[in-house]
């Protein structure tokens, strides 16, 4: 398996906005699903947003509904994160990650991860 490799973390103040990206090296992002997670520190991971392999359609937090939007580009073997509106409480690192999809009522679940990204860290502040 290759490797995921995050970009576009950095200082913002609230209301901002940052764009982060996700390569893939090594394989074809369009082969799994691909989501967004993020963890504070003392909080545990939680997931974002992520493009569903399985029925091609994306999926977001409630706390990411309407500010966030994910995408990705086959060309680039890249997804993105656009980040809209940003709040103190988005501070935190960001990871990418593979793996599979399913749904758990109408809730979306990624499982059997496949790669991680090393994280990129998003700061709002003024």
């Known amino acids: 398996q290759g490797q995921l490799v995050e970009s576009g973390g950095g200082l913002v103040q609230p209301g901002g906005s940052l764009r982060l990206s996700c390569t893939a090296f090594g394989f074809n992002l369009d082969s799994y699903t691909i989501g967004w997670f993020r963890q504070a520190p003392g909080k545990e991971r939680e997931g974002v947003s992520c493009?569903?392999?399985?029925?091609?359609?994306?999926y977001y937090s409630d706390s990411a509904k309407g500010r966030f939007t994910m995408s990705s580009n086959s060309g680039a073997n890249t997804a993105y994160l656009e980040m809209n509106s940003l709040r103190p409480e988005d501070t935190a690192m960001y990871y990418c990650?593979?793996?599979?999809?399913?749904?758990?009522?109408?809730?979306?679940?990624?499982?059997?991860?496949?790669?991680w990204g090393q994280g990129t860290q998003v700061t709002v502040s003024s």
């Open positions: 990650a593979t793996g599979k999809f399913r749904m758990e009522g109408d809730v979306a679940h990624m499982y059997d991860f496949t790669s």
């Open positions: 493009i569903s392999r399985n029925n091609g359609m994306t």
